[in-house]
């Protein structure tokens, strides 16, 4: 029984990974399961509406029972219902959307959004996994985190070029990291996608631990020196509020 749990699960997480889905030879191939007992196991998880198939390609993808529960979990954060009108009120007050992301191991998880009604705004949405050294959002919790765990995530992560700015060199981002403890704001400047900017700040807990960041991505084609003045105050101010409403008595960044 626990195997079977455990092949479940990897299911789960690889499909959650392969937006396309994968067909049933390919699950197998890449989990190493007998492609009878992998039957019985995708059959269980159809019936009970963790997977879909699409019948015509046979491919497999993950179904609305697990987007429910993904739902209902981040719902239940507590950080997500205190921030989610603050979220809401930094998209007011810049023009642009803006979201909070949380750390999930060696990513950053986008868990609350608000859209600007732009036409071109950036296309991130609840549930997004984003690289935490190629996001404003991640840097800014990344800077904030005790500089011995920095330097085992830095150590144990490749800083794979994404776009020509990111940055690659473990040295030169721990020098990025001591200027956004400096400043108290993270900035991504296309180095996730190259048309895309973004400036984030720290969330803290009670405990006074980075807990999170609030962020603000917009498109290079709406970069000026005013408009992301506006967006870093709104910012600095909104992360403040937010770590009061999560009992933490604001703390100086300096």
């Known amino acids: 029984m626990v ?25 197998a191939h890449a989990l190493n399961i007998p492609k009878s007992s992998l039957t019985k196991l995708l059959s269980s998880l159809l019936i009970k509406d963790y997977l879909t198939i699409d019948k015509v390609s046979g491919t497999y993808a993950i179904g609305p029972r697990v987007l429910s529960l993904a739902n209902s979990y981040l719902a239940g954060l507590d950080i997500v219902r205190i921030a989610q009108p603050v979220v809401r009120d930094v998209m007011i007050k810049t023009g642009e959307s803006a979201s909070l992301m949380i750390r999930s191991g ?28 190629a996001s404003a959002g991640g840097k800014a919790i990344l800077a904030f985190i005790s500089e011995e765990e920095a330097d085992g995530y830095i150590s144990s992560v490749k800083l794979d070029p994404l776009t020509p700015t990111t940055i690659t060199n473990p040295e030169d981002f721990r020098d990025e990291l001591k200027k956004i403890r400096k400043r108290g704001l993270a900035r991504c400047n296309g180095e996730q996608h190259e048309d895309l900017i973004a400036i984030a700040a720290p969330v803290f807990g009670w405990d006074g631990r980075v807990a999170a960041a609030i962020g603000t991505p917009f498109p290079r084609i709406r970069s000026n020196a005013e408009s992301e003045g506006i967006i870093e105050v709104v910012l600095s101010e909104a992360s403040k509020e937010i770590s009061r409403k999560l009992g933490l008595g604001w703390k100086s960044l300096s």
Do not use: M, Q, W
Request: hydrophobic residues 40%.
């Open 106 to 133: 060696h990513e950053g998880l986008i868990v609350c959004k608000e859209n600007s009604s732009h036409i071109v705004i950036a296309r991130f949405s609840i549930g997004t996994r984003v690289p935490l050294y």
């Open 3 to 27: 195997r079977s749990a455990d092949r479940a699960l990897e299911i789960l997480e690889i499909l959650g990974t392969n937006k396309r889905g994968l067909k049933h030879g390919e699950i």
